[in-house]
């Protein structure tokens, strides 16, 4: 009885049992399965390894040595450092008042009544702008930018209108000397239309600089926390924006201005006029610092350029040094915004009497050294109508 009444207990004992014998009978034979099919894994590939040769093995060794070494550019960094505030303040407060004082004598005087006048006018303006750009160059070069990208554009914007611009009218004008004073027959025929002529062609000098800007324009943009149109060092994209420059902005003018120069030099060589010598050495004053604020920067541009479209370089010593030299070729070439003032414009008596008059009217300037600048001397005093008639005509 005792084993009939033990029967409902051990019926569910023994099915738990089976079940559990089941489970782990399939496990076993999975286990199995398993083992057997990672050793056949592993024997295929240990027969793999053994086929091997320890050369083999050797040869997937990786040479450092052909990966490139990084070129530390901290000398330069700390170099900007100091040079760039430095160079750049004094060249936008030089650049600031000298074509500051051409712009209100011009609208002072009203003055605006030849084409070498209306040519001035725009060069100053032109610097002017380009002055104004200085300090947003300099933050760009030495810190991270965070003007926003409307800024950004509008800065290279301005500068490469700017710069176009400048270079464009330092050829027209010497072109325009080059007809007063080498051709002045044909010249004066179109005396009374000159004005006109010269606004006309100042309006399609802003208009062809606004047109090579473009590409600049379009490409600038934010790039590691720095304004550039360019990706990096080595981006195609600055072979052709640099050698448009070199070209447009450089060869272009520099071959305009020596055609035209050579030729006023010339006829001046063969007239008698007691105003031949000085005027001769205005121009080559004028050629000398455009030389030598343009000529050193567009031969490192120049390097540069090449070096790009080679696909860089590897060499950091190089690399550093031609840093260097843009930098300080750049400030060179930077100068001209405030040099054009003293070599295009205060050169010429008129237009200095005209400055010192202001002086005066501004109270910046006593009665006494005014009479001595424009008035005072002999020799000045009788010939001062002469020299203000002669001066501007064959000063360029």
């Not at 006018?121 to 380009?130: C, P, V, Y």
Request: with cysteine.
């Amino acid at each position: 009885m005792t084993c009939v009444s033990d029967l409902p207990h051990l019926l569910p004992a023994v099915l738990i049992w089976l079940m559990h014998f089941k489970c782990c009978l399939s496990q076993h034979e999975e286990n199995q399965t398993i083992i057997s099919r990672d050793n056949n894994i592993s024997m295929n590939y240990s027969d793999y390894n053994f086929s091997m040769n320890y050369s083999d093995y050797n040869s997937s060794i990786v040479d450092y040595e052909d990966f490139p070494e990084l070129c530390v550019k901290e000398l330069n960094r700390k170099f900007r450092l100091w040079f760039m505030p430095t160079f750049y303040s004094i060249i936008c407060f030089l650049g600031l008042a000298g074509n500051l004082l051409v712009i209100l004598t011009f609208f002072y005087f009203k003055r605006l009544k030849t084409m070498t006048d209306v040519y001035l006018l725009n060069l100053s303006f032109a610097d002017l702008l380009f002055a104004l750009s200085l300090p947003f160059w300099a933050a760009n070069s030495m810190t991270e930018w965070k003007l926003g990208l409307l800024v950004c554009k509008a800065m290279h914007t301005i500068y490469k209108v700017s710069f176009y611009s400048s270079m464009f009218i330092l050829s027209f004008i010497s072109v325009e000397r080059y007809f007063v004073i080498a051709k002045a027959v044909s010249a004066h025929r179109y005396r009374s239309q000159a004005v006109f002529l010269s606004k006309v062609s100042s309006v399609a000098i802003w208009v062809m600089a606004l047109i090579f800007a473009i590409p600049e324009m379009k490409y600038t943009t934010i790039n590691n926390n720095t304004c550039t149109p360019y990706s990096s060092t080595s981006d195609k994209r600055r072979v052709s924006i640099q050698a448009s420059q070199i070209v447009l902005a450089f060869a272009l003018p520099l071959l305009v201005m020596s055609i035209c120069y050579s030729g006023i030099v010339k006829t001046l060589c063969q007239s008698r006029s007691f105003e031949r010598n000085r005027a001769i050495k205005v121009i080559l004053a004028v050629v000398a610092v455009f030389l030598v604020c343009q000529v050193p920067y567009n031969l490192v541009l120049f390097l540069s350029t090449v070096v790009t479209a080679k696909g860089g370089t590897k060499e950091c010593y190089f690399e550093n040094n031609l840093l260097y030299a843009t930098d300080v070729t750049q400030c060179l070439a930077f100068l001209r915004c405030c040099l054009n003032p003293f070599v295009y414009a205060f050169i010429g008596v008129k237009f200095r009497n005209d400055l010192l008059k202001l002086l005066k009217d501004l109270g910046c300037m006593s009665h006494e050294m005014f009479f001595k600048y424009t008035l005072g001397g002999g020799r000045r005093k009788s010939s001062l109508a002469t020299d203000t008639e002669t001066t501007t005509t064959f000063s360029p």
